[in-house]
Protein backbone atom coordinates (compact mmCIF):
# COMPACT_ATOMS: atom_id res chain seq x y z
CA UNK A 1 0.00 0.00 0.00
CA UNK A 2 2.12 3.02 -1.32
CA UNK A 3 -0.38 5.44 -0.38
CA UNK A 4 0.03 8.64 -2.52
CA UNK A 5 3.05 8.74 -4.79
CA UNK A 6 4.38 11.16 -6.93
CA UNK A 7 7.11 11.77 -9.64
CA UNK A 8 9.38 13.18 -10.43
CA UNK A 9 10.76 14.42 -7.20
CA UNK A 10 13.18 16.72 -8.43
CA UNK A 11 13.26 18.44 -11.47
CA UNK A 12 15.05 21.68 -13.09
CA UNK A 13 13.10 23.90 -16.03
CA UNK A 14 13.99 26.46 -18.06
CA UNK A 15 11.92 29.36 -18.76
CA UNK A 16 9.26 28.62 -21.34
CA UNK A 17 9.59 24.85 -21.44
CA UNK A 18 6.68 22.96 -20.16
CA UNK A 19 6.23 19.81 -18.32
CA UNK A 20 3.97 17.29 -15.98
CA UNK A 21 3.68 16.27 -12.60
CA UNK A 22 2.26 12.94 -12.07
CA UNK A 23 0.34 11.63 -8.85
CA UNK A 24 -1.05 8.56 -8.34
CA UNK A 25 -2.99 7.31 -5.13
CA UNK A 26 -3.93 3.74 -4.26
CA UNK A 27 -6.49 4.22 -1.41
CA UNK A 28 -9.83 4.64 -3.72
CA UNK A 29 -10.16 8.17 -2.72
CA UNK A 30 -12.32 10.13 -4.35
CA UNK A 31 -10.69 13.37 -3.97
CA UNK A 32 -7.63 14.42 -5.59
CA UNK A 33 -5.81 18.00 -4.80
CA UNK A 34 -2.70 19.57 -6.02
CA UNK A 35 -0.90 22.24 -3.83
CA UNK A 36 2.39 24.63 -4.12
CA UNK A 37 4.08 25.58 -0.92
CA UNK A 38 6.71 28.33 -0.67
CA UNK A 39 8.65 29.71 2.22
CA UNK A 40 7.02 31.60 4.47
CA UNK A 41 4.13 30.08 3.77
CA UNK A 42 1.44 27.49 4.40
CA UNK A 43 0.31 25.49 1.02
CA UNK A 44 -1.84 26.89 -1.22
CA UNK A 45 -4.42 24.69 -3.80
CA UNK A 46 -3.85 25.22 -7.55
CA UNK A 47 -6.39 22.68 -8.61
CA UNK A 48 -8.57 19.99 -6.91
CA UNK A 49 -11.01 17.19 -7.83
CA UNK A 50 -13.71 16.17 -6.80
CA UNK A 51 -13.93 13.01 -8.33
CA UNK A 52 -13.47 11.01 -11.54
CA UNK A 53 -14.28 13.53 -14.02
CA UNK A 54 -14.41 16.59 -12.81
CA UNK A 55 -11.61 18.95 -11.81
CA UNK A 56 -12.24 22.97 -10.37
CA UNK A 57 -10.15 26.17 -9.53
CA UNK A 58 -8.12 26.43 -6.01
CA UNK A 59 -6.65 29.62 -4.93
CA UNK A 60 -4.27 29.90 -7.60
CA UNK A 61 -4.91 28.14 -10.88
CA UNK A 62 -3.12 30.76 -13.21
CA UNK A 63 -0.36 29.12 -15.26
CA UNK A 64 -1.05 25.25 -14.82
CA UNK A 65 -3.74 23.09 -16.30
CA UNK A 66 -5.02 19.65 -14.11
CA UNK A 67 -6.18 15.76 -15.85
CA UNK A 68 -8.02 13.60 -13.88
CA UNK A 69 -7.57 10.53 -15.61
CA UNK A 70 -8.98 8.07 -13.81
CA UNK A 71 -9.63 7.17 -10.32
CA UNK A 72 -6.32 6.82 -9.38
CA UNK A 73 -4.32 9.81 -11.43
CA UNK A 74 -4.19 13.22 -10.98
CA UNK A 75 -1.49 15.09 -13.34
CA UNK A 76 -0.25 19.02 -12.91
CA UNK A 77 0.92 20.30 -16.24
CA UNK A 78 2.39 23.77 -16.28
CA UNK A 79 2.60 24.63 -20.13
CA UNK A 80 5.39 27.16 -20.25
CA UNK A 81 6.83 27.35 -17.26
CA UNK A 82 8.11 30.44 -15.15
CA UNK A 83 10.43 31.55 -12.37
CA UNK A 84 7.69 32.30 -10.06
CA UNK A 85 6.18 28.58 -10.85
CA UNK A 86 9.47 27.57 -8.67
CA UNK A 87 8.17 25.60 -5.95
CA UNK A 88 7.37 22.59 -3.70
CA UNK A 89 4.53 21.01 -5.43
CA UNK A 90 2.59 18.59 -3.06
CA UNK A 91 -0.40 15.73 -4.46
CA UNK A 92 -3.02 14.96 -2.04
CA UNK A 93 -6.08 12.77 -1.71
CA UNK A 94 -9.00 13.17 0.67
CA UNK A 95 -11.46 10.81 2.38
CA UNK A 96 -14.21 13.39 3.31
CA UNK A 97 -12.39 15.77 5.21
CA UNK A 98 -8.61 14.00 5.80
CA UNK A 99 -6.12 14.51 3.29
CA UNK A 100 -3.04 12.25 2.86
CA UNK A 101 -0.16 13.64 1.25
CA UNK A 102 2.60 12.46 -1.27
CA UNK A 103 6.54 13.50 -0.43
CA UNK A 104 6.55 16.25 -3.09
CA UNK A 105 8.05 17.45 -5.85
CA UNK A 106 10.74 19.91 -5.56
CA UNK A 107 10.63 22.19 -9.37
CA UNK A 108 13.03 24.91 -10.09
CA UNK A 109 12.22 27.47 -13.16
CA UNK A 110 15.61 28.94 -14.38
CA UNK B 1 -14.69 33.24 4.20
CA UNK B 2 -12.41 30.97 5.95
CA UNK B 3 -9.17 31.58 7.76
CA UNK B 4 -6.34 30.23 9.56
CA UNK B 5 -3.57 32.57 11.54
CA UNK B 6 -1.03 31.12 13.06
CA UNK B 7 0.44 33.63 16.03
CA UNK B 8 4.21 32.38 15.56
CA UNK B 9 6.38 32.17 13.00
CA UNK B 10 9.13 30.74 14.86
CA UNK B 11 8.98 28.92 19.18
CA UNK B 12 12.09 27.89 20.57
CA UNK B 13 11.70 25.54 23.85
CA UNK B 14 14.40 23.37 25.59
CA UNK B 15 14.46 19.49 25.57
CA UNK B 16 11.89 18.55 27.95
CA UNK B 17 9.82 21.57 28.76
CA UNK B 18 6.39 22.15 27.54
CA UNK B 19 5.36 23.00 24.26
CA UNK B 20 2.79 25.72 23.30
CA UNK B 21 1.92 26.13 19.09
CA UNK B 22 -1.38 28.60 19.24
CA UNK B 23 -3.50 28.87 16.09
CA UNK B 24 -6.32 30.99 15.54
CA UNK B 25 -9.04 30.14 12.85
CA UNK B 26 -12.06 32.15 11.26
CA UNK B 27 -14.91 30.06 9.75
CA UNK B 28 -18.37 30.42 8.62
CA UNK B 29 -19.82 27.10 9.82
CA UNK B 30 -18.83 24.74 11.83
CA UNK B 31 -15.38 23.72 10.93
CA UNK B 32 -13.00 21.08 10.91
CA UNK B 33 -9.28 21.79 12.29
CA UNK B 34 -5.90 19.74 11.62
CA UNK B 35 -2.95 20.35 12.26
CA UNK B 36 -0.02 18.96 10.44
CA UNK B 37 3.48 18.61 10.87
CA UNK B 38 6.28 18.55 8.36
CA UNK B 39 10.18 17.40 9.17
CA UNK B 40 13.04 19.02 7.07
CA UNK B 41 12.91 18.09 3.37
CA UNK B 42 10.13 15.62 4.56
CA UNK B 43 6.41 15.32 3.39
CA UNK B 44 3.29 16.34 5.73
CA UNK B 45 1.81 14.14 8.13
CA UNK B 46 -1.67 14.36 10.32
CA UNK B 47 -1.22 14.90 13.85
CA UNK B 48 -4.66 15.37 14.83
CA UNK B 49 -7.94 16.46 13.80
CA UNK B 50 -11.35 17.82 15.67
CA UNK B 51 -13.95 17.01 13.57
CA UNK B 52 -16.92 18.37 16.35
CA UNK B 53 -16.70 15.10 19.06
CA UNK B 54 -14.55 16.11 22.14
CA UNK B 55 -12.95 19.42 21.79
CA UNK B 56 -9.56 17.86 23.26
CA UNK B 57 -8.08 15.62 21.14
CA UNK B 58 -5.24 13.53 21.42
CA UNK B 59 -2.77 13.06 18.24
CA UNK B 60 0.20 10.84 17.72
CA UNK B 61 3.69 11.37 19.08
CA UNK B 62 2.17 13.07 22.74
CA UNK B 63 0.54 15.78 21.32
CA UNK B 64 -3.05 17.93 22.08
CA UNK B 65 -5.24 20.53 21.09
CA UNK B 66 -7.85 22.05 22.32
CA UNK B 67 -11.05 23.32 20.09
CA UNK B 68 -12.18 26.75 21.76
CA UNK B 69 -15.06 28.08 20.06
CA UNK B 70 -15.19 31.46 22.08
CA UNK B 71 -11.74 31.96 21.73
CA UNK B 72 -11.93 30.76 18.04
CA UNK B 73 -8.43 28.88 19.07
CA UNK B 74 -6.92 25.65 18.37
CA UNK B 75 -4.11 25.61 20.17
CA UNK B 76 -1.27 22.67 19.81
CA UNK B 77 0.73 21.54 23.00
CA UNK B 78 3.03 19.12 24.41
CA UNK B 79 4.01 18.45 28.24
CA UNK B 80 7.69 17.55 27.05
CA UNK B 81 9.65 18.43 23.71
CA UNK B 82 11.45 15.81 22.17
CA UNK B 83 14.61 16.80 19.71
CA UNK B 84 13.08 15.19 17.51
CA UNK B 85 9.96 17.54 17.38
CA UNK B 86 11.80 19.63 15.65
CA UNK B 87 9.70 20.18 12.47
CA UNK B 88 7.15 22.62 11.03
CA UNK B 89 3.64 22.81 12.05
CA UNK B 90 0.95 23.86 10.21
CA UNK B 91 -2.84 24.44 11.34
CA UNK B 92 -5.88 23.60 8.81
CA UNK B 93 -8.94 24.99 8.63
CA UNK B 94 -11.88 22.98 6.37
CA UNK B 95 -15.69 23.92 6.31
CA UNK B 96 -18.43 21.74 5.62
CA UNK B 97 -19.94 22.35 1.94
CA UNK B 98 -16.15 23.83 0.71
CA UNK B 99 -15.90 20.04 -1.14
CA UNK B 100 -13.32 19.65 1.93
CA UNK B 101 -10.69 22.15 0.57
CA UNK B 102 -8.44 22.80 2.97
CA UNK B 103 -7.41 26.90 4.00
CA UNK B 104 -3.55 26.84 5.72
CA UNK B 105 -1.92 28.97 8.25
CA UNK B 106 1.55 30.35 7.47
CA UNK B 107 3.28 27.47 9.66
CA UNK B 108 5.30 27.56 12.99
CA UNK B 109 8.80 26.50 13.06
CA UNK B 110 9.33 24.62 16.10
CA UNK B 111 12.53 24.78 17.70
CA UNK B 112 14.27 21.95 20.28
CA UNK B 113 17.28 23.53 22.19
CA UNK B 114 19.38 20.72 23.66
Known amino acids: NAGVTQTPKFQVLKTGQSMTLQCAQD?????MYWYRQDPGMGLRLIYY???????DKGEVPNGYNVSRLNKREFSLRLESAAPSQTSVYFC?????????FGPGTRLTVL | AQSVTQLDSHVSVSEGTPVLLRCNYSSSYSPSLFWYVQHPNKGLQLLLK????ATLVKGINGFEAEFKKSETSFHLTKPSAHMSDAAEYFCVVSELGSNYQLIWGAGTKLIIKP
Open chain 1, 49 to 55: SASEGTT
Open chain 1, 92 to 100: ASGLWNEQF
Open chain 1, 27 to 31: MNHNS
Open chain 2, 50 to 53: YTSA
